[in-house]
């Protein structure tokens, strides 16, 4: 059974930086491709950033790039999100997902394996 769980998740200023990690078991994390996705209540999941299995491809959503980086350690079963410079809109429930295979997508639907998500919060 594959599990993943996040952490890092907290109450910082605007400005203010934070890093989430998600540690996956009992799965091959090595093949998997990762992503971050967060959201708000009310709101559609908002895919956040996203690397392929080898960590040679990344994405990152409009409103994060130049602020957020995503990484992975394929030895320690782990994808890290580095959030820099955070804004209030980041507020939100951060949750990790991974998938089976090469292909890279924004599309939540299309993984299979989540965590229970952690919140970020930003005040102003």
């Known amino acids: 059974q594959v599990q993943l769980v996040e952490s890092g998740g907290g109450l910082v200023q605007t400005g203010g930086s934070l890093r989430l990690s998600c540690a996956v078991s009992?799965?091959?994390?090595?093949?998997?491709?990762m992503a971050w996705f967060r959201q708000v209540p009310g709101n559609e999941r908002e895919s956040v950033a996203v690397?392929?299995?080898?960590?040679?491809?990344?994405y990152y959503g409009d409103s994060v790039k130049g602020r957020f980086t995503v990484s992975r350690d394929n030895a320690a079963n782990t994808v890290y999100l580095q959030m820099n410079n955070l804004k209030s809109e980041d507020t939100a429930v951060y949750y990790c997902?991974?998938?089976?295979?090469?292909?890279?997508?924004?599309?939540?639907?299309?993984?299979?394996?989540w965590g229970q998500g952690t919140q970020v919060t930003v005040s102003s």
């Open positions: 997902a991974a998938r089976q295979g090469k292909v890279v997508t924004i599309t939540p639907a299309l993984y299979m394996y």
């Open positions: 009992g799965g091959t994390f090595s093949s998997y491709g």
């Open positions: 690397i392929s299995w080898n960590g040679n491809t990344t």
